[in-house]
């Protein structure tokens, strides 16, 4: 910072790190506005500009996949194996078995609640009729999560020996949980071929680093006294390991297994894309394809219940030592073989005891009655936020604003008016002692008027780094640009500027709603009861599931899309703002009250402020699940790179789905560490 910046004026704002980025920001934009109509690079990167950055990796990768098929493919082989005797097992033990060891196992590790919910969520799979599919989806996470479990954990173990690749190893694990799923995908294919065993394998992939990280954490969250103990009893480096290092980590390394379990389950529905067999994943893509949305939803309902059991089982797995009455346990095993035994010549099959086709039928016509009742107000509201909050982010109010959606035409006097006001709030805020915030708000104005997607790349760039600068110093701001060059130079400039303005609108949303309802909670607990059981649900609830209510009302296209996203990236910050007001220190509100303060103004200047890192940490999650969610939504009409990953998987071009991954994943990684910057600057600036 310059002598000048620091010398202050009497009656002018301090011209801080934050207002020098924002001001450099604003006049690289007015010069991009400006000098536009001469030098129409500024806009819109030329594509004599674009290096074939996506057919080079196209041809490394496919060289590479070439080297290592054969291996790959035997591998692909054996791994036949293990699921045909999985599948084989769990289809040809009778159901009655199945649901009475699950019974016994839920009551040993929970009790009643635990066994009550498990005999009620298998009986549900059972009546869907939808057993068997469930049997070869419980296959395909009963292989692939062992499998996770040991590349995961070696991972974790290799990296706390090992210091120096601890790095190395984080890094690949950030690439690993950015990178979408769908990009995996592609090179999996060519690699092992179209199959379930595909599938197993994506779903191991993806469960993979959750364990791997919680090892890591666990072990290094080892007391020192355990450890020199360890040494002092004279064991070797792998007796101190696995005696008494990896048991004094068991409860995170469990929390790792619960995380395990919930990724594969996850991803079996996407696996279905190019491994389908006859499991619920693929039940639920068939029905959607063919919009039989009660089928659809009865399928995903199969998929919401396996998770939920799973969820809960695993996660006081994790959690509780406490164990319940082993006699108990014997006795629901010996009631479910008599059960068996003695009704075996009349026990119906699985396939026929489906008492809810039924129901799946009730919900197509209730649906088809409840859209033509209110197709009028359902239409009004896609539209009205399509035309009036979405397209104008996107491409901005001067082509947004037409007659047959606003009623008028857009004119460059109304851009004027735009830039005026926004430069009037500006100003304002600037002479009240908020010069940052007012540069910002000027900022925010052109961007509207202007659109996401027609904005500058050296305007992105600019601000992109100025972000970073703020957040972490000189270093994050070169490695902001850095990654950004890299998607402007393969060509994915404008598919990135898409998914981010999708991205960006749902995070919006999800921040103001899910904020609301975290301070909501906060305060109110009756409020807490209610919205904890549903964030609960909603966060067991795999991706593909939230497509299908959305699809129901609203049919394909981007709102659709951009309400899924949103009910999936929404939990977290509902979590986190509530987490954060409620672990307000007792002494901080203890003065506050003393000193007079009422209510609100606790909540505004003592409660938000100390819990801004938390919010923002929260924010950091809604982003990652949006991105992660966006790729997902695809598949009922999103643009950008999501598609491109989608498009990419259906022509079996690795170079772009890789390209794409790479570049949605470069997105995530870098709001990532931007808010990651902001939440540690907060943390230092209350003392934490």
Known sequence: MSVAADVAVPGAPRLTVGAQAALITALVGALCLALEPMAPWLGAWPKTWVLPMTDWVGTGVSWLLDWIKPVARLFSDIMVYPMGWANTVLNATPWPMVIGLVTALGWYLGGLSMAALAFVGLGLVLASGYWHEGMNTLALVAVSVPLALVVGGGIGILANEVPRLKGAVQAVLDVMQT????????????????????????????????????????????????????????????????????????????????????????????????????????????????????????????????????????????????????RVVWAVLAFAVAFTVLFWSSLPGASEVAMLDGVAESVDRGLTRFTQTNGVALEALKNNTLYYVLLPLRIGLDQAVLPFTWGFMWTPAMSAWVFGLGAGLGLLLAWRGNLTGGIVTMILFGMIETGVTNLPWPFVLTGAAAL????????????????????????????????????????????????????????????????????????????????????????????????????????????????????????????????????????????APYAAPTILLGLNQTILYAFSMLVIAALIGTTGLGQSIYLALGQADVGLGISAGAAMAILALIADRLVQGFAEERRKALGL
């Open 468 to 607: 970073g600068y703020v957040a972490g110093g000189r270093r994050l701001a070169i490695l902001v640009v850095v990654l950004l060059g890299t998607i402007l130079l393969s060509g994915l400039w404008d598919r990135a500027l898409l998914s981010l303005y999708l991205c960006g609108a749902s995070v919006f949303a999800c921040a103001v709603v899910g904020g609301a309802i975290g301070v909501a909670s906060a305060i109110w607990t009756p409020v807490w009861r209610v919205v904890r059981p549903i964030c609960d649900m909603l966060q067991t609830i795999p991706l593909f599931v939230f497509l299908i209510p959305v699809l129901m009302l609203f049919q394909i296209g981007e709102f659709s899309a951009f309400l899924a996203i949103c009910a999936y990236a929404v939990v977290p910050m509902i979590r986190y703002t509530r987490h954060g007001l409620v672990d307000t220190p007792e002494e901080m509100m203890e003065a506050a009250i003393s000193s007079g303060a009422t209510d609100w103004q606790i909540l505004r200047d003592v409660r």
């Open 179 to 326: 990178v979408p799923t769908f990009a995996y995908l592609t090179p999996l294919l060519l690699l092992f071929g179209f199959g379930p065993v595909v599938g197993l394998i994506a779903s191991a992939i993806y469960a993979a680093p959750p364990m791997a990280r919680n090892v890591m954490l666990g072990l290094e969250r080892v007391e020192a006294e355990i450890k020199e103990a360890a040494i002092m009893s004279g064991g070797t480096r792998f007796q101190q390991l696995f005696q008494v290092e990896i048991p004094s980590a068991s409860k995170q390394i469990m929390v790792g297994f619960n995380q395990c379990l919930m990724a594969a389950l996850s991803m079996v529905i996407i696996a279905a894309v190019i491994g389908g067999f006859n499991d619920i994943g693929w039940e639920v893509l068939l029905t959607m394809r063919k919009a039989q949305f009660g089928p659809s939803l009865l399928a995903g309902m199969v998929i919401v219940i396996f998770a939920v059991v799973i969820d809960r089982m695993s996660a006081v797995l994790a959690t509780e030592r406490k164990r319940y009455d082993l």
